[in-house]
């Protein structure tokens, strides 16, 4: 692609980066920004410098948030022995879309994955474990998904916490199946929340 600009060409580029997107793309998506009022697009850069440079993670569930505890963390409503763990912000929405569930998450940032080259040390797992050591954590409910990296990473974290006095459960197998929880839909997951089954039971299955 041969660009007359400089200018154009860097933008085209940085736009190309993102997943999905090509070259073609992109010139499309930075010549509609162009042809906007210099402040939208203004509006535009600054949003996405200000969400990468002042986004914080929850200092306790490592949920993405504004603040050093996010807001579910902090509210006092919420059922703080039992944790829902899940993998990214994505679960995290579509549990609190069912309003079937009023603990807290614990979110891994991750599965562990070694083709990606993800291991334990990768994820928010050790602060979980630490919670469970603790005694703060009543119930620990796996929310990650029916794919081999889920189970691997239930397994693990299961493996960690096995020898203390914390309930495990996971949601029910099957919803999520070839689909991450944020595409199912909220009935089936948030009655997938509700009728979950002990984890143990889930291994024989
Ligand atoms: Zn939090």
Known sequence: MEFSSKLLENAVNEMSQLPGVGKRTALRLVLHLLRQPTTQTLDFANALSTMRTEIKFCKSCHNISDTDMCEICANPNRIEDVVCVVEDIRDVMAIENTSSFKGLYHVLGGKISPMDGIGPNELNIQSLVEKVKQGVVKELIFALGSTMEGDTTNFYIYKQIQDYDVKTSTIARGISVGNELEYT??????????NRIPFEASLKS
């Open 185 to 194: 839909d909220e009935v089936t997951l948030g009655r997938s929340i509700i």
